[in-house]
């Protein structure tokens, strides 16, 4: 990669998330929103993680390359699940999750 | 004295809520680090990256796209549509930031992640969590995650790390937020489309949109669903989800 097609896609992508991540409160900042906007924001945190989530979980790319690699991480995900519903602890989670799929990596 | 023992006691605190999410980012920084230094970016560079940057999701699409020989044009359309969904934390945080000082707020949003946006919303959420704080969160995980892709860009392709089991770590606490959230039937509505949106995307449209379109039509379908209830019930349902 030359320098000038570094710098470029530095400054874009930087100045891009730059502004996703600080115009809303810039423009909504001390304004008192609607309601309806407000229940919106309510349903952020539920949307986004699930949509995370999903994102990962579903490949078009690992349906085409098999049955196994698409269930891979669904498995994997299950004991996650009770985990965070147990201990409700991310490290707990992070631990379970990497050592389930990595070990389901390695029997296949 | 007692300012520096409360300092100290911040300090943690921060460290401790932060710490997760700064390990999560360790492995995964490594693996993007050592991608970067696959497309031609020397150590300097995908540490500047990674620091200003500071997006992991980012951060792969750049080097993925280039090593498949995108042009630049491409890449950076296709980067910054995939940071558009930030949009959405941001908004969700405003209301606990409008009486704290603008630049410390610009300092906090510039640096809010998928992952950080979870343990600091919740905790603003409970009431006992501020913007220094939540700043000393975003920061830590930040220098974790710069530094990790300038170790990993050092390494370099002298170590290949399994991208898709470092990657698992944050599907795992991305999963573990989502359960810790608290549902109600309108949240399971939104939660639940925005999967099905997340499918429909990455199947049939453009898929480097599909986090952000998957997000916000569970929160239009979420709305939706609460206001048949409301009318359904007359108006007193409104707000209880809460």
């Known amino acids: 990669m030359s320098w000038t097609t570094y710098w470029i896609i530095l400054g874009v992508c930087v100045c891009s998330i730059l502004i996703f991540r600080t115009l809303p409160y810039v423009l909504l900042s001390g304004h008192t929103l609607p309601a309806g906007i407000q229940d919106g924001l309510e349903l952020v945190p539920v949307a986004?993680?699930?949509?995370?989530?999903?994102?990962?979980?579903?490949s078009p790319a690992r349906i085409a390359s098999g049955l196994w690699p698409?269930?891979?991480?669904?498995?994997?995900?299950?004991?996650?699940?009770?985990?965070?519903?147990?201990?409700?602890?991310?490290?707990?989670c992070v631990v379970v999750g990497v050592v389930v799929f990595a070990a389901l990596s390695a029997i296949a | 004295m007692q300012r520096t023992a409360s300092h100290n006691a911040d300090v943690a605190v921060v460290i401790k809520v932060a710490l997760p999410v700064a390990l999560g980012y360790v492995p995964l920084g490594l693996a993007a680090g050592i991608m970067s230094a696959k497309v031609g970016m020397d150590a300097f560079q995908t540490f500047?990256?990674?620091f200003l940057m500071y997006s992991g999701s980012g951060q792969f699409m750049i080097a993925n796209l280039s090593m498949a020989?995108?042009?630049?044009?491409?890449?950076?359309?296709?980067?910054?549509?995939?940071?558009?969904?930030?949009?959405?934390?941001?908004?969700?945080?405003?209301?606990?930031f409008d009486t704290v000082p603008k630049p410390l707020s610009l300092w906090f949003f510039a640096t809010v992640t998928d992952e950080s946006f979870g343990v600091n919303l919740m905790r603003f959420q409970s009431g006992r969590w501020g913007p220094w704080r939540a700043t000393g969160v975003n920061v830590t995980c930040q220098l974790s995650w710069a530094l990790s892709t300038l170790v990993g860009a050092l390494i370099g392709e002298a170590f290949d790390l399994p991208t898709?089991?470092?990657?698992?770590?944050?599907?795992?606490?991305?999963?573990?937020?989502?359960m810790m959230q608290r549902f109600s039937v309108d949240k399971v509505v939104a939660a639940a489309s925005a999967v099905l949106g997340v499918i429909l995307c990455k199947t049939f449209g453009p898929s480097d949109m599909a986090i952000l379109v998957g997000a916000v039509f569970g929160i239009v379908v979420g709305m939706l669903y609460r206001s048949r209830v409301e009318v359904d019930r007359g108006v007193e349902g409104r707000g209880e989800g809460r």
């Open chain 1, 48 to 58: 986004a993680f699930a949509a995370l989530v999903a994102n990962d979980l579903f």
């Open chain 1, 70 to 92: 698409t269930l891979l991480p669904l498995l994997a995900s299950v004991p996650v699940v009770v985990v965070a519903l147990k201990t409700r602890s991310l490290v707990a």
């Open chain 2, 48 to 50: 500047l990256l990674g």
């Open chain 2, 69 to 96: 020989g995108a042009g630049v044009f491409s890449v950076c359309v296709s980067t910054s549509m995939v940071s558009a969904r930030q949009m959405l934390y941001a908004s969700a945080f405003t209301r606990f």
């Open chain 2, 164 to 178: 898709t089991v470092a990657s698992f770590a944050m599907t795992s606490i991305f999963v573990c937020l989502l």
